[in-house]
């Protein structure tokens, strides 16, 4: 403190040191003093290491309701609820076999709003399983993938199979009837490999999906080995993997220069209303040029700074109000619908029918025909052609548009029509006339694992899919039609594999048509 | 951007809300204060707040009386919805608390957990019409005997009017308009209380001097029937269902194969803890009705091996009463560990000077140990799927087997047949029982102890002949070394050792009327009459098996 008044003597000294030191401990940890001007703001976030992620400055076309959603940020808040909900149930839960239901059951019923906690758990982790895959669609349809974003849609579908993944993990640990033939399907399907490798004879020496299984399940049955597998994956290694992928997605949105705009964002906006503080009304007090240095160009680059307002508050405001809607839609739920725990595991008493969590039940639906293509071929060529979508479709036009690209919504709007149609068309003949199984009993798997009804629906899609390429001479057309198809195709299967089968995959209106037990 | 900035403020104060709702759901409106708020004491409305019942030697914190607030200590005069009092019974709620006779979570507030209607409960409360199987929790023994003697007590009781005078188990006794009260005394708990065994002369004193009055009608009463009147004290503790149905599962020779505290076969499981299993893992795909453990016992009595897959236990063929019978003392066994100061002085006889359950008389031994395969009057049985049970209490068998050979069989058993050995230790049979077992079998079938006039062995005819003999007429029930199929073994070292000569040769001749075994004495239309001398070649024969198959 060289500008104070001279101390008197070092005792003085000290003393005002002391007592100065809770003011000069915030002082020190908020270094830009109080955020009250736009600077000080624009400084408070920078400075910050849990707000930095965030621009300093955000441009208002990112902030409007259409632009995303919240969706992105509501799949953040739905894993930070899991987080924290998780934490506690770690607290009571026990992954042994012998005590595991035991304790889920104490957490329902004995401790203090231990239920509450994990009812918010559940539905927070459905809540995002739900969020993710709107978000990528939301990325899709406003083309967010293009460059330079083509990476980060990657990473944003490594983050789709891992949220996946921890939710289907989180499945087992309760260790009852409906966590344990649940995971049984998951472990089957995964050793559906053998499915081709018995048809081509090379199972005794080349066993792929045995490996698959036991790998997943350390053991040849879903067992303690499984469920402190499964534990461990839930509770710390794919956290930590999700938490790494979402580092690094966030960072290239920021790198990427925030949310993909349309290339006329500034004009389409309009002049910013009078609330909205102007830019370098204040005098710059730092230079860029560091940064003009390492990406080659200044960052005003892109387009007018006029149209942006500092992300503190104005982005914060959207982003705790999306979070708290989270939060709000979780807890009601939570209050509203319980958990399910049915009666312990018991390894002799399958469940008829066994199913998979809900947004697994598409696939399973077309496991019933073939494993391989079900649980393993579909699901590696749906990836592989969500992966594909940014380097085949390399256009520029529509880019930041919701269903943007030639075509446009209408194109949507018919492929809508369209991949209903063809996929109902599809379950309709295999539940009213059955498959190849039924009309050629003596038929190789072999066929059946090439032509089934997942495939079948595959190719009609990707057919469809081309077909939009050429009419439209666009391959943003043709990826706008395949993934709509690919979206309807996912609720009309999922749809048919939660409400409508029954007892041995048998097809029922309604559960009440069940054969009773 | 004020929408955002609204946005987060709405669906904060959303959250805020639901949060609260929760707090006052969970704190301020739950079930057990809304009925004490409706409740009256005398002096005006009772101080709403937790109420639980206590007793840590029993381990119990039950707060059921939290709702049921009048069942509690010293609050009978509380008035309102759902409060009544408990009537009056041996065990005081106040100390006891809950739980300890009816089952269900003492430590939950709710109606759904404490009577444990939540779905998959382990622990639910006990049906209220099955409340007596509470008794079972602390109390094992009780003088039960078999259900016909104990069908024939209860109506020697009523026959001889004895409830004109007596109060038992809520019924009977006259009101004296002069004296407000009964002639005698209640006789509901007499079995636990005791009662005065000089209770006939006392009477026929009474009588004598009597009067006028009811005392004047007392009649003299036979010994046999005295005796039944005893036997019917004896069970009278309180809880007449539960010893009616121990009457039926003492008959139902269910103890051939379980095993009820160490007393039993052990082809079957253990069934001393049965009523605690956990309804939640038990399989339900064949059980009608409800998800209850009553129900699952039910449908596993009626027919066992669609309940159980691959259950050995033969199904039951008896009436709807008997089933519920079998599982109202089923539920029964509940068999807590209880700390010395509340064991129960029949427990007491039972665990730690080794006293039987029930009666051990041969009557209630055979219905209990014997009757599930050779048959209530033993007169065996078939099942599907198992070797035919033989008719033990078969006179034409028990007149020609000494009482050693039946006494041997039963303590060693029948090697490779479903009949264990009983006096192995395990079993919980003991000699004296073995020997009453020995004169029931007697008692059945109308026969004595054969008289032996020639040695044990005596047969010595040719071996060789004989074996020719056995292959064509008796190999084939037999089996060709008499290790025996579709008729028991004869190569068993132990009928081999107690069988005399006689047996043999006397069963041989005569058959055994009412199965396969034709006498040999006589020809049929597929086999000519055996001579003596054959008979005899034929026991000598059996001699060489060796008792070992």
């Known amino acids: 403190m060289s500008d104070g008044p001279a101390p008197a003597s070092a005792l003085q000294e000290f003393r005002d040191n002391l007592l100065a030191v809770p003011g000069r401990i915030v002082a020190t940890a908020f270094r830009s003093g109080r955020p009250v001007t736009d600077r000080a703001r624009s400084s408070f976030v920078f400075g910050n290491v849990f707000l930095h992620l965030h621009a300093a400055r955000t441009h208002r076309w990112s902030l409007r309701w259409a632009t995303t959603a919240g969706l992105g940020i509501a799949s953040v808040a739905a894993f930070l609820i899991t987080l924290v909900t998780g934490v506690m149930l770690m607290f009571y839960y026990k992954p042994y076999t012998d005590v595991a239901y035991d304790s889920i059951k104490d957490i329902h019923f004995v401790v203090p709003t231990g239920r509450f906690m994990r009812n918010i758990h559940r539905w927070a982790a459905n809540i995002m399983v739900v969020t993710v895959i709107l978000h990528m669609a939301r990325a899709f349809y406003t083309a967010a993938y293009r460059a330079p974003r083509e990476f980060n849609w990657l990473i944003g579908l490594a983050l789709l199979v891992t949220t996946l993944g921890l939710s289907f993990t989180g499945y087992l640990l309760p260790w009852d009837q409906l966590a344990y033939w649940a995971i049984t399907i998951g472990a089957n399907i995964a050793q559906s490999p053998r499915e081709v490798t018995d048809a081509i004879g090379i199972t005794a020496t080349f066993d792929i999906g045995g490996l698959q299984r036991m790998l997943l399940l350390g053991s040849d049955i879903v067992g303690e080995e499984a469920l402190i597998r499964f534990y461990l994956l839930h509770v710390m290694l794919l956290p930590l993997v999700i938490a790494a992928l979402m580092a690094v997605h966030f960072w290239r949105v920021r790198k990427d220069g925030g949310l993909t705009k349309p290339a006329d964002v500034n004009a389409r906006m309009g002049p910013a209303p009078s609330d909205v503080y102007p830019v370098f009304s204040e005098m710059p007090a730092k230079t860029y040029h560091l940064a003009a240095v390492v990406k080659g160009r200044s960052p005003a680059v892109d387009g007018g700074p006029e149209q942006t307002v500092p992300s503190m508050p104005h982005l914060f405001y959207a982003e705790l109000g999306v979070t708290m809607l989270t939060l709000f839609v979780c807890t009601a739920l939570a209050m509203v619908s319980d958990a399910p725990l049915k009666e312990l595991a018991n390894p002799m008493v399958p469940e008829n029918p066994a199913k998979a969590p809900w947004y697994f039940l598409g696939l399973q639906e077309l496991v019933a025909f073939s494993a391989f293509m079900g649980g393993i071929g579909i699901p590696m060529i749906v990836l592989v052609g969500l992966g594909l979508i940014p380097y085949l479709d390399r256009e520029r036009e529509g880019t930041g548009d919701w269903c943007g690209g030639p075509g446009g919504w209408p194109l949507v709007q018919r492929s809508i029509a369209f991949g209903f149609s063809a996929s109902l068309i599809v379950e309709t003949i295999v539940i009213r006339y059955g498959w190849l199984r039924e009309w050629f009993p003596d038929i190789p798997q072999l066929v059946i694992t090439a032509v089934n009804p997942g495939t079948v629906i595959t190719a009609i899609y990707a057919a469809y899919s081309l077909w939009l390429v050429r009419r439209y001479n666009s391959t943003r057309a043709g990826a706008l039609g395949l993934f709509t198809c690919f979206l309807c195709g996912f609720v009309v299967l999922t749809v048919i594999g939660t409400y409508f089968r029954g007892p041995n995959w048998q097809f029922y209106w309604s559960p009440s048509d069940w054969p009773g037990h | ?549």
Not at chain 2, 102 to 117: C, L, W
Not at chain 2, 222 to 229: C, E, S, T, Y
Request: glycine share 10%; proline share 7%.
């Open chain 2, 1 to 549: 951007m004020a929408k955002n900035k609204w946005l987060l403020l709405v669906s904060s104060l959303g959250v805020l809300v639901l949060l609260v709702t929760a707090a006052v759901q969970e704190n301020l409106l739950l079930e057990w204060q809304q009925i004490q708020a409706q409740a009256r004491a005398e002096d005006g409305p009772i101080p709403v707040q937790l109420r639980q019942v206590v007793n840590p030697t029993l381990r119990t914190a039950d707060r059921c009386v939290s709702c049921h607030v009048a069942m509690g200590p010293g609050e009978q005069a509380v008035t309102g919805p759902m409060m009544a009092a408990h009537r009056p019974v041996v065990h005081d709620p106040a100390e006891f608390g809950c739980t300890t006779c009816h089952g269900g979570q003492g430590r939950a507030t709710t109606k759904i957990d404490a009577h444990g209607a939540a779905e998959f409960w382990p622990e639910p409360m006990l049906p209220p019409a099955m409340s007596e199987a509470g008794c079972g929790t602390c109390h094992t023994q009780a003088d039960v005997p078999h259900r016909a003697a104990f069908n024939l007590a209860a109506a020697t009781f009523a026959r001889l009017d004895c409830a004109s005078c007596h109060r038992v188990d809520g019924r009977g006794g006259t009101l004296r308009p002069d004296a407000g009260g009964m002639e005698g005394p209640d006789l509901s708990r007499v079995g636990i209380a005791g009662w005065n065994r000089e209770w006939y002369a006392a009477h026929l004193a009474q009588a004598k001097s009597a009067v006028s009055g009811p005392w004047q009608s007392f009649r003299p009463i036979a010994d046999d029937d005295r005796g039944r009147v005893d036997a019917f004290l004896a069970t009278r503790v309180g809880a007449p269902r539960l010893m009616a149905a121990k009457s039926v599962f003492l008959s139902s020779g269910c103890l051939g194969c379980h095993k009820v505290n160490g007393v039993g076969g052990d082809e079957g499981p253990d069934l001393t803890r049965a009523g605690e299993k956990d309804p939640a893992r038990l399989d339900y795909a064949s059980v009608p009705g409800g998800r209850s453990l009553a129900n699952w016992f039910r449908a596993h009595v009626r027919a066992p091996s669609t309940v159980v897959a691959g259950s050995l236990m033969p199904a039951m063929r008896m009436p709807d009463a008997d089933v519920e019978a079998l599982t109202f003392f089923t539920l029964s066994l509940r068999r807590r560990v209880v700390p010395g100061t509340y064991l129960p002085r029949d427990r007491m006889r039972v665990e730690r000077f080794g006293a039987r359950e029930f009666a051990a008389d041969g009557t209630t031994l055979f219905g209990a140990f014997c009757a599930g395969c050779h048959g209530a009057e033993g007169e065996g049985r078939r099942a599907p799927g198992m070797k035919p049970f033989p008719a033990v209490a078969h006179p034409d068998f028990m007149s020609l087997a000494s009482d050693a050979l039946v006494a041997e069989t039963i303590r060693r058993g029948r090697p490779g047949t479903r009949m264990r050995a009983w006096a192995d230790g395990s079993t919980g049979l003991t000699d004296a029982d073995v020997t009453a077992l020995v004169q029931e079998l007697r008692r059945m079938s109308g026969t004595r102890a054969p008289a032996e006039s020639r040695p044990a062995r005596w047969a010595k005819g040719d071996p060789a002949e004989g074996g020719r003999l056995f292959a064509g007429a008796c190999s084939g029930c037999h089996g060709a070394k008499g290790e025996g199929s579709e008729a028991p073994a004869l190569a068993n070292p132990v009928l081999l050792e107690h069988a005399t000569d006689t047996f043999f040769a006397e069963t041989i001749k005569r058959g055994r009327p009412g199965t396969a075994m034709h006498g040999f004495a006589q020809p049929s239309t597929v086999h000519r009459a055996l001579s003596d001398a054959e008979v005899e070649a034929i026991v000598s024969f059996i001699r060489t098996l060796g008792g070992r198959s």
